[in-house]
């Protein structure tokens, strides 16, 4: 049995439970073990609170079995002062003789300088322990990190003949409904897996979304809009300062409130690296990207897209708005109720490999 793949497993278990709480932080799980049995663990609950490796250490009640036991966590212990104090630093105060690491930290105030510190400290260090999977776990902070934006995972539902929507200009007119209840949540889901969620002008004037988790546990995504020459009406939802929104326009008159910002860009500039900088900047690190077809399809063929999330429906509508196209192939299929799942994930950015 390996002992080390077992224990890394488990930081992963306890890491996913702080998925929609931790970030723009990566989501971190530890387990302190001793002769192979687990005498504390603990992971990162939410953002600005202490980190997984504390709350594994402090739950330890044996607190002399400290300096026999292993300390296992999915991402390298941070070396640097933040809103905590700077993990690396207990672990070597608390005597732990060895340390094994899923994965390096890429952030610069990390990036291999926790690992050196235990090293000196005379720690037994093992690093890339079920590296795929604690890369994969964190892949939205890894994004961000390496890449300068915000992972961006792209989504929608499409019947079977190709269509998002009829084509409409009538605002009492309600989109066509292609998902089911089931898939339904999935879509929440995702949005509560990811920091924000955006929309273009037509999709948010034509629904009136409220863009938010309703169907799903986790906290509210961050709503981001692009609406260049202001045609969203302001008694919509997306204004109603419930959540925080960030609005992309030309306009310079607008004013902003606490929980809605108005940020003014050239929108005939690179006008998605804009916008993916500017979100990176103020720490968001994932968007999830849900309309409409004209913005999904600039992002492909841009190339600013990592994941797509495509639901494909058991009805027909004949005619319609056309659905994106990724034209790659597909990475993984499931069946829903009837509705097919297809998972596609961007293989030609560099920073998908390992590193």
């Known amino acids: ?14 890491a996913r439970i702080g998925e929609g709480y931790v970030a723009p932080n990566p989501m971190v799980g530890a387990v302190v073990v001793h002769n192979n049995r687990i005498i504390g663990e603990g992971y990162h609950h939410r953002y600005g609170e ?3 490796e504390p709350h594994a250490i402090d739950s330890v009640k044996e607190t002399h079995l400290l300096h026999e036991s292993t300390l296992y966590v999915n991402l390298e212990p941070c070396s640097h002062f933040g809103k905590t104090p700077p993990c690396a630093n207990l672990i070597i105060t608390k005597r732990i003789p060895r340390v094994v690491i899923g994965t390096s930290d890429p952030n610069p105030k990390v990036s291999g300088r926790g690992i050196e510190m235990l090293k000196n400290a005379g720690v037994e260090v093992v690093v890339g322990v079920l590296e795929k999977e604690c890369y994969e776990l964190n892949k939205r902070f890894f994004t961000w990190v390496k890449e300068g934006r915000p992972f961006v995972l792209l989504k929608w539902a499409q019947t079977r003949d190709g269509f998002i929507d009829r084509l409409r200009n009538d605002l009492g007119k309600g989109p066509v409904q292609i998902s089911n209840l089931l898939t339904k949540q999935f879509t929440h889901k995702y ?26 546990a986790g906290k509210n995504p961050v709503r981001i809009v692009l609406d260049r020459t202001g045609r969203v009406p302001q008694d919509y939802h997306l204004f109603d300062n419930s959540v925080r929104t960030l609005v992309f326009t030309e306009l310079h008159d607008r004013q902003s409130t606490e929980k809605l910002e108005f940020i003014t860009i050239d929108f005939s500039n690179d006008m998605l690296r804009t916008v993916l900088s500017t979100l990176a900047r103020k720490n968001i690190h994932s968007v999830l990207v849900e309309g409409g077809s004209q913005l999904l399809t600039s992002f492909i063929e841009s190339g ?36 097919q799942w297809i998972d596609y994930v961007n293989r030609a950015k560099k920073f998908r490999q390992m590193p």
């Open 1 to 14: 049995m390996n002992y080390d793949v077992n224990f890394m497993y488990r930081c992963l278990q306890l």
């Open 50 to 52: 202490a980190h997984a």
């Open 191 to 216: 949005r509560a897996q990811n920091q924000s969620i955006m929309v273009s002008t037509n999709t948010a004037v034509l629904d009136n979304p409220n863009l938010s988790v309703r169907r799903w």
């Open 304 to 339: 600013l897209w990592d994941e797509a999330h495509v639901e494909i429906s058991t009805s027909e509508l004949n005619e319609g708005v056309p659905a994106p196209r990724l034209g790659v192939l597909v990475e993984r299929s499931a069946y829903v109720e009837g509705h």
